[in-house]
C-alpha cells in the first residue's frame, strides 16, 4: 500500500466525476423514487473515502494509459534542485496550506466554545409548553441569525430573539432536535476537516455546500413526514 502521484491523480479525476454525477442527481432530486437525499448523502460520503485513501492497493486493478498519465508523472518527477522534485515542492505547499487551515479551524472552535460558555452567562430565559420542552438547552438570543445548533458534545439549540408563533416555534424545535439526533453537527465537522486537507481542490468546497444542502433538505423532509 503506497502513494504515488498517478493513484492521487486517479483519485481526484474520479472524484470530479462523482462530484459531477451528484450535481446532475440534485437536480433530479424527488423526481424519481431512487434519488433521494439519503442516496446523495452517501455519494458525499463516497467521495470522501475516494480522496481520504489516496493508496495503491495490492488488489488494486491497474488500467495503462500512454499519453495522460506518464505525461504528468515526467512533469512531477522532474527535478527542480538536486532530488528535489516538483512532486516534492507540491507536498511540501499542501502540507503548509493543510496546517495553516487545521490552525484556523481549531480557532473558529476555540472562540464557539467560548462563545458557548458566554451564552450560558447570557441566557434570555424562553418560555414554551410542555409540549415543545426538549432535554436539550435551548437559548434565545439577540442574534442577527436563523436558528441553529452549537456545541458538538454538548448540544445547545440557539434561537434569535424574535416573536414565534407556537406552530413556528415547534416546527423549528423539531428541526433543529433533528439536526442533533442525526449527528448532522458531527458529518458537518467531518467535511471542514475534510476541506483542511485538500484545501486546493475547489470541488470539495462544492462538495460541502452541496452536503450542507442536503442535510438541510433530508432534515425538513423528517420533519415533515407526518404531515400531508
Not at 462563545?115 to 447570557?122: A, I, L, W, Y
Amino acid at each position: 500500500m503506497e502513494i504515488s502521484p498517478t493513484i492521487l491523480m486517479s483519485k481526484i479525476l474520479i472524484s470530479i466525476f462523482i462530484f459531477i454525477l451528484q450535481s446532475i442527481l440534485l437536480h433530479y432530486l424527488n423526481k424519481r423514487d431512487i434519488i433521494n437525499t439519503k442516496l446523495l448523502i452517501n455519494i458525499s460520503i463516497l467521495f470522501m473515502l475516494i480522496l481520504c485513501l489516496p493508496f495503491e492497493f495490492p488488489f488494486t486493478i491497474s488500467v495503462p494509459s500512454k499519453i495522460i498519465m506518464p505525461y504528468f508523472f515526467r512533469l512531477l518527477t522532474l527535478k527542480l534542485y538536486l532530488n528535489f522534485q516538483i512532486v516534492h515542492l507540491i507536498l511540501a505547499i499542501w502540507i503548509t496550506g493543510t496546517i495553516i487551515h487545521l490552525i484556523h479551524l481549531v480557532i473558529k472552535y476555540y472562540k464557539l466554545s467560548r462563545f458557548v460558555k458566554f451564552c450560558t452567562r447570557n441566557i434570555i430565559e424562553l418560555e414554551i409548553n410542555d409540549s415543545l420542552k426538549h432535554n436539550y438547552s435551548i437559548l434565545k438570543l439577540n442574534i442577527p441569525d436563523a436558528p441553529m445548533v452549537i456545541g458538538l458534545f454538548k448540544p445547545i439549540i440557539v434561537l434569535p430573539d424574535l416573536q414565534f408563533s407556537h406552530k413556528e416555534l415547534e416546527f423549528i424545535l423539531k428541526h433543529e432536535c433533528l439536526h442533533i439526533s442525526n449527528r448532522d453537527l458531527l458529518i458537518k465537522y467531518l467535511y471542514e476537516f475534510f476541506v483542511c486537507i485538500y484545501w486546493w481542490n475547489p470541488v470539495v468546497y462544492s462538495f460541502r455546500n452541496y452536503t450542507n444542502q442536503l442535510i438541510e433538505i433530508r432534515t425538513d423532509e423528517l420533519a415533515t413526514n407526518s404531515y400531508s
